[in-house]
């Protein structure tokens, strides 16, 4: 039997942007007129959201401080272009120290 979560793909970002201006961001870009994957905000805590789209589509994405940049993870069943495209639209976070 397969697990219901077991379809869904987790991405990942670092951003310089503090966490309560990712999850605005993403309350921006989801909630454009973008058509059929447009989603809007259902839930929200201080760092992360669900978001709701086309078909009941859910994407939840959750931005942590650390340090000086934010990571952030965003999943999703069957909007992954989108996800993608929104943490690609974020602005890169410092980059690593060399060893």
Known sequence: M???QSGR???QQVTSLPAGEVLAHARQFF???SGI???FV????PNWMSLRGQGGEEIVIAATADGASTAVNASSYMF???VAQFLSSLPPGPAAAAP
Request: charged residues 35%; glycine residues 10%.
């Open 2 to 4: 397969r697990h219901h």
């Open 9 to 11: 793909t987790l991405q």
């Open 37 to 39: 994957y447009a989603a």
């Open 42 to 45: 259902e839930r929200e805590g």
């Open 31 to 33: 909630g454009r007129d």
């Open 80 to 82: 992954d272009a989108q």
